[in-house]
C-alpha cells in the first residue's frame, strides 16, 4: 500500500499561496417503458448541494462569472442551527482558488471538511476542516484530485477517519486530522472481485461509512438491475444492495448520490429501461438494509443539484427547471413550484419551509417556500466578494 505522509504546515501554506496565484435545480411517473434503445447514462449532478450537521445547514454554490475565463468561484454558506431567525452567512475557507469546485463531508458534532477541486495546472486538492460552523479553518492537502461528484469526501461515524474519491476511481483514506492520506483501494479492484462482477462497475459515484465504519463505495453499474453500493472490510468487497422494486427490475442503475447522515445512510438512484426514467431515493440504517421511495417520474433525465436533511429527507433540481422534496422513508414525493431563476441548490429551512439558493454574479439570494405555500419569497440577499480576474 502506498503511503503518503502529510506534509508539514508550512508546506501546506505554500501549496494554498501557489492556488491562489493561479485563481482565487408535476411529477409523476413515466408510462411506456418500452426498451427501444440504450441511451448514455446522465451525467452526475453538479457540485451544488446542502446538508446538515449538528452545528447548522451547510450549502455550496458557484458564483461569479465566465467558467471559461476562470471567473466562477464556489462558495460555502452555512446557517446556524437552533434560530428560525438565522441568515446565511458565508463561510468560505480562504486562500485557495476554488474554480474547480467544492466539495463538503459532514464529520462529528459541527466539524466539516471540505475538499477544493484543483483547476488549472493544480494537481493536488488542498483541504480545510473546521469545527466552528467555518469561522476558523485549519488547512491541509490531499496530494491527489478529487473527483468530480459530490459525495467525493466522507468522514466515518464518530469521526477520526476519512474517505477521498479521486479522478479515476481511486480511494485514499486518513486517520484523524485528515493529515496523512494513503492508498485504500480502487474501482479497478472492485471490478476484479467477485462481488463487482455482477455489477461491471463504469463509473464511481461516492464514497461513505457504514455504521460499522467500514468504508462504503457507490458506483454505476454497466449491468441492468443493480445498485451498485459496496462495502469493504478486511481486504474484501461486499455487496450491500439496495435491491430494485419489482417495478424497476431489470431496468439500468446509475447511482448518483450517497451520504450518511444523522439518520443512517441516504442515496439517490438514477433508472431507466429504455426512454422511461424514474428516480428513487432509499435509506440504511446499517448500510445493508435499505428501504426505497416510489419512483419520481424524471420528465428530465439530468438532476442538476440534489442533497440531504438530517433526517435523511432529499431534494433535487432537475435540468428542466422541475424541484421536488421527499421527506424520508415510505414518505411520497413532493414536486415543487418552480424554483426562482439561478437557483443553484435547495436546502430545508425552519417549520417545513425549503429554501432556494440562487446565484447571479456576486449576490446569493435565498428564496423560501414556506409549508403549503404556492410562492416563492426572498428572504436574504448576501452580497460575496469576488475577486474577479484573479485566476487568469
Not at 435545480?25 to 451544488?48: D, E, F, K, N
Not at 460552523?133 to 466515518?156: H, M, Q
Amino acid at each position: 500500500m502506498t503511503r503518503r505522509r502529510a506534509r508539514p504546515t508550512a508546506t501546506v501554506a505554500v501549496a494554498a499561496a501557489a492556488a491562489v496565484a493561479l485563481g482565487a435545480t408535476a411529477c409523476g411517473t413515466v408510462s411506456g417503458h418500452q426498451a427501444l434503445s440504450r441511451p448514455a447514462a446522465p451525467p452526475p449532478p453538479g457540485l451544488a448541494t446542502s446538508l446538515v450537521t449538528a452545528g447548522g445547514t451547510w450549502a455550496v454554490a458557484v458564483l461569479g462569472g465566465s467558467a471559461v475565463r476562470n471567473d466562477d468561484f464556489w462558495q460555502l454558506f452555512v446557517r446556524p442551527a437552533g434560530l428560525a431567525s438565522a441568515r446565511w452567512r458565508l463561510a468560505t475557507p480562504p486562500g485557495v482558488a476554488s474554480n474547480g469546485g467544492l466539495v463538503l463531508a459532514a464529520a462529528a458534532g459541527q466539524s466539516v471538511l471540505a475538499g477544493f477541486r484543483p483547476s488549472q495546472a493544480l494537481a493536488f486538492s488542498p483541504l480545510a476542516a473546521s469545527g466552528d460552523n467555518g469561522r476558523t479553518w485549519s488547512a491541509g492537502i490531499l496530494d491527489a484530485r478529487l473527483a468530480d461528484v459530490p459525495d467525493a469526501l466522507a468522514a466515518a461515524p464518530g469521526g477520526g477517519h476519512f474517505l477521498a474519491l479521486l479522478t479515476g476511481g481511486g480511494i485514499e483514506q486518513a486517520g484523524r486530522g485528515a493529515g496523512a492520506w494513503s492508498a485504500l483501494t480502487s474501482l479497478r479492484a472492485l471490478a476484479a472481485a467477485p462481488a463487482g462482477r455482477r455489477c461491471a462497475p463504469s463509473a464511481a459515484a461516492a464514497v461513505s461509512y457504514a455504521p460499522s465504519g467500514a468504508p462504503l463505495l457507490a458506483v454505476s453499474c454497466a449491468r441492468a438491475g443493480v445498485a451498485g453500493v459496496f462495502s469493504y472490510a478486511a481486504g474484501a468487497w461486499r455487496a450491500t444492495g439496495p435491491a430494485l422494486p419489482p417495478a424497476q427490475a431489470g431496468w439500468r442503475v446509475q447511482v448518483l448520490r450517497l451520504t450518511r447522515t444523522p439518520a443512517g445512510e441516504a442515496a439517490l438512484l438514477a433508472v431507466r429501461s429504455g426512454h422511461a426514467a424514474d428516480l428513487l431515493a432509499t435509506w440504511s440504517g446499517d448500510g445493508t438494509r435499505w428501504t426505497v421511495s416510489a419512483p419520481l417520474g424524471a420528465a428530465s433525465r439530468t438532476v442538476r443539484a440534489s442533497g440531504f436533511a438530517a433526517t435523511g429527507g432529499a431534494w433535487v433540481l432537475l435540468a428542466n427547471g422541475q424541484a421536488a422534496t421527499i421527506a424520508g422513508p415510505r414518505a411520497p414525493w413532493r414536486p415543487l413550484p418552480p424554483p426562482p431563476a439561478g437557483s443553484a441548490a435547495l436546502a430545508f429551512g425552519p417549520a417545513g419551509a425549503v429554501d432556494a439558493l440562487a446565484a447571479r454574479g456576486s449576490k446569493l439570494t435565498d428564496w423560501r417556500l414556506a409549508r403549503g405555500s404556492a410562492a416563492w419569497h426572498p428572504v436574504q440577499v448576501l452580497d460575496v466578494p469576488i475577486q474577479y480576474g484573479s485566476s487568469g
